[in-house]
């Protein structure tokens, strides 16, 4: 079950990145480096480049490489992978790799990402290590003073992140 969960959660990451339409018949589509937009640390990705950072991201966590994993979802959320889910499975990772201040950074995006699984965050022992920080308070008391968002399941952080037992 596990697995289909995850397979479920890359596909879903994959179609809210976001598309470019198929070329009409006949003509070539743009290369990658044709479409980015420049960022603002001089190299470009594409929607799905940062969904793919994204997605990379999540496999370094599964395989426990916290540190690989933070820096790459860093690097797909500079790049546009904006959804709920990255921020709060970065602040799982930072959390993990003892970035504890970091990882309450994360939380804030998560939640202005439309995050809102107060449950899920209260017992995600990922955020064991920042549980005690007085900004963790304002987290929770932020989630329980605002009424649940109507959001798609995907805007929720990734339960299945959590390293398998």
Avoid at 66 to 89: D, E, H, I, P, T
Avoid at 125 to 145: C, F, H, K, Q, T
Wanted: proline residues 8%; aromatic residues 4%; glycine residues 8%.
């Amino acid at each position: 079950m596990r697995p289909l969960v995850v397979v479920l959660a890359v596909l879903n990451l994959v179609a809210c990145a976001g598309r470019a339409a198929a070329p009409p018949p006949g003509e070539q589509a743009p290369a990658a480096s044709d479409t980015a937009a420049p960022s603002e640390g001089g190299s470009a990705l594409a929607p799905t480049d940062s969904t793919r950072v994204a997605i990379d991201a999540d496999v370094a966590f599964r395989k426990g490489d916290m540190f690989q994993a933070l820096a790459l979802y860093r690097k797909a959320w500079a790049a546009g992978a904006r959804q709920a889910s990255v921020a709060y499975n970065a602040a799982c990772a930072a959390s993990v790799a003892m970035e504890r201040e970091e990882a309450l950074g994360w939380l804030e995006r998560a939640v202005d990402a439309g995050f809102d699984d107060l449950r899920h965050l209260q017992g995600d022992p990922d955020l064991a290590n920042v549980r005690m920080l007085p900004g963790y308070a304002g987290i929770v008391e932020r989630l329980r003073s605002q009424p649940p968002r109507e959001a798609p399941e995907s805007s929720r952080g990734d339960e299945t992140m959590a390293p398998a037992d």
